[in-house]
């Protein structure tokens, strides 16, 4: 079975740091592009980042470049996002996701088709 | 990057078929044919619906259908049943190498 599962998340203070893992089974890993995706309280999805499945590439959002670092260990089959300088608004559950295959490659941009169950991340004082 | 514009809400019967617009412009969702819809239940996390623009991913339901005309991708589901009472997000690749999601759409099932 494909499982993600992400851990890591917690109270951070702003200003603070924090790592997030996300362990992948069932597949073969460094096949795929992998995504995290954050939801803040109450609010829609918001795409954060995005790694290459050799992790050569990486992809950020504007909101994140430059504090956030995506990260992947194929041998491990674990995805890693560092979150530096955090911000109340960085406030969310944070998925990771697998991203499909089409026409027998994986870009982030194709689509994501196995989502972990989220770590949620409080950024507060 | 600003986010694709979704309608807040939508609503039909069972049976009936509903279509969920979004829209972006020429630097996202009309200049590339990635565009992905997600269905999320409460407090769970999001399904994959649609990739690039019209194809299903294997298990999910034929009553489930994407296409794109210009600047706008629209979803497209058929014999509305009470299961598919959720929230429904398109989200599509930009010229900036990112990805934009759009707002959000509410689906009730009357």
């Known amino acids: 079975e494909v499982q993600l599962l992400e851990s890591g998340g917690g109270l951070v203070q702003p200003g603070g740091s924090l790592r997030l893992s996300c362990a992948a089974s069932?597949?073969?890993?460094?096949?795929?592009?992998m995504s995290w995706v954050r939801q803040a309280p109450g609010k829609g999805l918001e795409w954060v980042s995005a790694?290459?499945?050799?992790?050569?590439?990486?992809y950020y959002a504007d909101s994140v470049k430059g504090r956030f670092t995506i990260s992947r260990d194929n041998s491990k089959n674990t995805l890693s996002l560092q979150m530096n300088s955090l911000r109340a608004e960085d406030t969310a559950v944070y998925y990771c996701?697998?991203?499909?295959?089409?026409?027998?490659?994986?870009?982030?941009?194709?689509?994501?088709?196995?989502w972990g169950q989220g770590t949620t991340v409080t950024v507060s004082s | 990057q600003s986010a694709l514009t979704q309608p807040a809400s939508v609503s039909g019967s069972p049976g009936q078929s509903i279509t969920i617009s979004c829209t972006g412009t020429?630097?996202?969702?009309?200049?590339?044919?990635?565009v992905s819809w997600y269905q999320q239940h409460p407090d769970k996390a999001p399904k994959l619906m649609i990739y690039?623009?019209?194809n299903r991913p294997s298990g999910v339901s034929n009553r489930f259908s994407g296409s794109k005309s210009g600047n706008t991708a629209s979803l497209t589901i058929s014999g509305l049943q009470a299961e598919d009472e959720a929230d429904y997000y398109c989200?599509?690749?930009?010229?900036?190498?990112?990805?934009?999601f759009g707002g959000g759409t509410k689906l009730t099932v009357l």
């Open positions: 690039e623009v019209s």
């Open positions: 790694i290459s499945g050799g992790g050569v590439s990486t």
């Open positions: 989200t599509s690749y930009t010229t900036s190498t990112t990805l934009v």
């Open positions: 069932g597949f073969t890993f460094i096949n795929y592009a």
């Open positions: 996701a697998k991203c499909i295959v089409a026409a027998g490659r994986s870009y982030y941009y194709y689509g994501m088709d196995v």
């Open positions: 020429s630097g996202d969702l009309g200049g590339y044919n990635y």
